[in-house]
Each structure stands twice: as C-alpha cells, then as structure tokens.
C-alpha cells in the first residue's frame, strides 16, 4: 500500500511539474495576430527576443472572420503561398502547442496580410533532433596512422602526439535561458489550466484508488 501511494504520488509530482514549467507566448502582444504596425515590431523580431522550449504555447488572438493562421512549409512561407498548408486554424482563439524542437513557420491566410509581413518563424530549442536539421559534424580529426616502435635499447621514447580535442557543436537554436516565471514582457504566461487539470486528476485517482 504504501508503496502504491508513493508511485501515485511521484507520478503526479511530474505531472504538476511539467504542467507548471510550460509558458504561453500570445502572439503579436495587445495587437494580436493583425499586420503590424508600420513602425510597429514584427513577429519575427519578438521572437528573436524569446527562448521557446518544447511544450509552450503560441496563442494567436485574431477576428475569425477576417483572417486565420497557417502552418506551412519553409518555401510556402517565403512565397505567402495560402494555398498550401499544413494546417489551418479559424477560431479566433488558436493555441498551439510547440511539440519539438526546431523551426515553425505560420502566415496569415490572408495574402495580403501575409505579404504585408503577417507571418512569424518560431525556433524551438530542445535535446535531439525530433523533427530538426542532424546535429552538425564536430570535425574530429582521425588518430595517427602509426608510430616507428623505438630502436633496442634506447631509454625515455617519446610517446605518440595526443590527438586534439575536436571542438564542441554549437547549438544555433538555444538563445539563453526560459524566461521567469510571471515574466509577461513578451505576452508569456504560466499555462494555469494544465496545472490544475493535472492536480485534479491526480486527486482522483487517488480518491478511487484508496
């Protein structure tokens, strides 16, 4: 029994964790997913300024009647091709959740809007390469082919030359740590309704289970 309780309760431990540590970023601020301003900041410079980590969310605010958002392919995205997409979303109220690590590339589905600079690249920093470009080759150079064996008798032979350190890969995604907690500079916020999903749960199964 008591071993079943402290598993029950290591489990939800992890849960609240995760919940706790995910953020959610709204996107484009007050103005929302709109064309910005002209003299305004654009998507792409905010987030430049944010370091988004696997499992936060982009919340796209926008009126569904006007415009939506498009999860597209890199060359789409250059083009503010609107006619091929990944996905589309047009409720207004679109969150979505950054589930690996690498680049994301959204456009409004409006093409004016998109080519009046409506668009936004997301770069998710995280282990692995779920979904990432390979990890670059670190370049180690290869050991010495062989070594003359010293002559009878001689005394102190020097060792073969050690092979250099290869220096380490740099991470281009990585921009510096998640922001703070409570942090709403950059419209981020704790995802509170996943927190307390997770509690309640846990609560439940701990109600049925003893």
């Known amino acids: 029994m008591a071993s079943s309780f402290f598993g029950l309760g290591l489990a939800c431990f992890v849960l609240l964790v995760a919940a706790a540590g995910a953020?959610?970023?709204?996107?484009?601020?007050?103005n929302g997913w709109a064309v910005p301003d002209a003299n305004g900041e654009s998507f792409n410079t905010w987030a430049e300024k944010t370091s988004f980590q696997i499992g936060d969310e982009l919340l796209f605010v926008y009126p569904k009647d006007k415009d939506s958002v498009l999860l597209v392919e890199p060359s789409d995205y250059n083009a503010c091709n609107t006619s091929s997409y990944d996905k589309k979303f047009t409720d207004g109220s679109t969150s979505f959740t950054l589930d690996r690590s690498g680049a994301f590339f959204f456009i409004s589905g409006v093409d004016a809007n998109c080519r009046a600079n409506e668009k936004l690249i997301v770069m998710v920093a995280g282990g692995g390469n779920n979904?990432?470009?390979?990890?670059?080759?670190?370049?180690?150079?290869?050991?010495?082919?062989?070594?003359?064996?010293?002559?009878?008798?001689?005394?102190?032979?020097?060792?073969?030359?050690?092979?250099?350190?290869?220096?380490?890969?740099?991470n281009s995604t990585t921009k510096g740590s998640p922001p703070a907690a409570g942090n709403d500079k950059n419209g981020a916020s704790f995802t509170v309704a996943g927190l307390v999903a997770s509690l309640v749960g846990c609560i439940a199964y701990a109600t049925l289970a003893f």
């Open 23 to 30: 953020m959610q970023y709204k996107v484009g601020g007050d």
């Open 131 to 170: 979904g990432s470009a390979p990890a670059p080759d670190q370049g180690s150079p290869s050991p010495p082919s062989s070594t003359p064996a010293p002559s009878n008798g001689s005394a102190g032979a020097q060792s073969p030359p050690s092979t250099p350190n290869a220096p380490a890969a740099k």
